[in-house]
């Protein structure tokens, strides 16, 4: 699903993995630093004490924890400028499971956030942001620790 253009930019992709289970991402553009956005979903799951996992490369972050990841790539689209933002023009994936999932803990992490990174990738090129970002096949993993 592909919706508007500009700073109302939609790019979503739900995924029916069974009965008991979606795995659902959305795209959009936000106006948003990165240290907006991480102290966001740092915070999503509430009074959870479990630290997000991270990752980051060629300026594009991911976050993960419980049943959700979000990715956040610096993207100024089309027929907006640089400064019309109050804080930065970014595409901001979220991906959550709802249900059940295979998966727990890391890889659970892990497989959110790239699918939420392939996801951003795709909607990237359609958005049409105006700066070039160099994005590498695929984000680092997350570290063991």
Known sequence: ???GTGDSFLFGCHV???DDSILSGDVQIEDSSQNTWAKYYKSYAGKSKEAPE???SHGIDALARKEYASVYVPCVPKGKEADEATQAYALVAEVRVIGESRTTGRDLHQALSDFAYQLTR???ELAG???SVDFPDELPRFENG
């Open 1 to 3: 699903m592909e919706q």
């Open 16 to 18: 029916y993995a069974g």
């Open 54 to 56: 991270q990752a980051s």
């Open 122 to 124: 795709h909607a990237y």
């Open 129 to 131: 942001c105006k700066e």
